[in-house]
């Protein structure tokens, strides 16, 4: 495992770069990618708005300092606001935003205003459950044709909302709604091969399925490693919320063909397709979310069993390499935690940059190696 002085140097340089940020994105956020490795400011209009207070609140745990409280707060009411007055939620995203808000505050303070937000911004989040097809549409208004019946991988990381809400409140609709979702997600962009989708089509009126498509993989038949790591996490968190075992196993199977495609340093190239001397560019965000999910399914394996041990190995391997070869520790200027991230390779957007979602999961990937943790998923 992770030697405890090499945790402790990796620790001290994101809370430091988290410090510095606190004097700049106070009533706003990083943007979802860097320019040059400098973040723009988010106005609280992305679906990575929430990546920043998860930092906060995971910076607040490390420290165990209070100093980030102020702070916390004034985002919270920020994401308070985007919520009541609907702002720029036509998305699934909204479990990104108000799991690392609404949700993380209540399970970090057990703030009963933070419960009675996740469970309106849950709300929000059902209307875009279509009962016909069991899933929650990705993008768009639910009258936009073009994306009408789309779902996503991404979205199993959004359904802990609807899990969280059925737990608090009792009600057995945001369990369904989560369920088959993460079913539908299991039967139709989980392939036979163990690589996914990054998206699905349904008919919205007859449920019927339609096909599967990239977005920002290389091309249809590939395997986006983002989508991947997304898969291994999601499908353990269904695991944790249904116990239905199936998910352990589609868990498994995705996380072994992304280790399988990894390359020496372990850290991914933006699509699984590509491999040593391909020179296209790493994904570190995606890597890092991978270490987090690997991490996350291991929990649920037997203890000392080969593929528990191999989990965490690699999970620790991709953190350490991170650390060594990927942060922006050179790069002083910068306002990001990990460099070589990419947003969007075919839209040539954020490519070799800063992402901040990469940002909070190589933070929330050295919580889990240092400590015990209440996970806000």
């Given amino acids: 495992m992770i030697q405890q002085y090499w945790l402790e140097r990796q620790k001290e340089f994101v809370l430091k770069k988290i410090d510095e940020n606190a004097t700049k994105f106070i009533t706003t956020m990083p943007d979802a990618a860097s320019t040059k490795l400098i973040y723009p400011e988010d106005h609280n209009q992305e679906w990575t708005s929430s990546f920043w207070i998860g930092e906060l609140f995971l910076a607040k745990e490390l420290s165990g300092s ?36 609404a949700v993380a505050d209540y399970k970090v303070t057990g703030s009963n205003q933070s419960k009675k937000m996740a469970i309106k ?61 993460a079913k539908q ?4 962009i989980l392939r036979e091969d163990s690589t996914t989708y990054h998206t699905y089509f349904f008919d919205k009126v007859s449920g019927e399925a339609i096909k599967g498509e990239t977005a920002q993989g290389y091309s249809d038949d590939s395997c986006w490693s983002r989508g991947q790591a997304w898969g291994i996490y999601g499908f353990a968190l269904s695991y944790r919320y249904t116990g239905d075992a199936s998910f352990i196993q589609s868990a498994c199977e995705v996380a072994d063909y992304f280790i399988s495609k990894l390359p020496a340093d372990y850290v991914c190239y933006w699509d699984l397709v590509f491999g040593e001397g391909s020179n296209q560019p790493r994904d570190t965000s ?12 291991a929990k649920y394996l037997p203890v000392l069993s080969d ?44 490519v070799n940059e800063c992402m901040i979602w990469g940002d909070y999961f190589y933070l929330e990937a050295l919580t889990r190696a240092g400590q015990v943790w209440n996970s806000y998923w």
């Avoid at 549409?137 to 609807?162: F, H, T, V, Y």
């Avoid at 995606?286 to 399914?297: D, K, N, V, Y």
């Avoid at 650390?323 to 075919?346: H, Q, R, W």
């Fill in 66 to 101: 209070k100093k980030y409280d102020a702070l916390i707060e004034t985002q919270l009411n920020e994401f308070k606001k985007r919520l009541d007055y609907d702002i720029e939620l036509d998305h699934h995203d909204i479990g990104f935003l108000y799991i690392l808000s």
């Fill in 121 to 181: 911004a849950a709300n929000r989040l059902m209307t875009r459950f279509n009962e016909a097809s069991g899933i929650i549409q990705a993008w768009g208004d639910l009258e936009d044709k073009k994306e009408s019946g789309r779902m996503i991988i991404d979205c199993l990381m959004n359904i802990p909302l609807l899990y969280f809400a059925s737990n608090v409140t009792g009600e057995d609709k945001y369990y369904q709604a989560a369920y088959r979702h």
């Fill in 185 to 188: 997600t299991q039967k139709y």
């Fill in 286 to 297: 995606a890597a890092a979310i991978a270490a987090c999910g690997l991490l996350e399914l």
């Fill in 307 to 350: 593929k528990k041990r191999e989990y965490e190995s690699v999970a620790v391997n991709i953190i350490q390499n991170l650390a060594t070869t990927y942060t922006t520790e050179a790069y002083p200027e910068s306002n990001g935690l990990l460099i070589e991230g990419v947003y969007s390779y075919p839209e040539n957007r954020g």
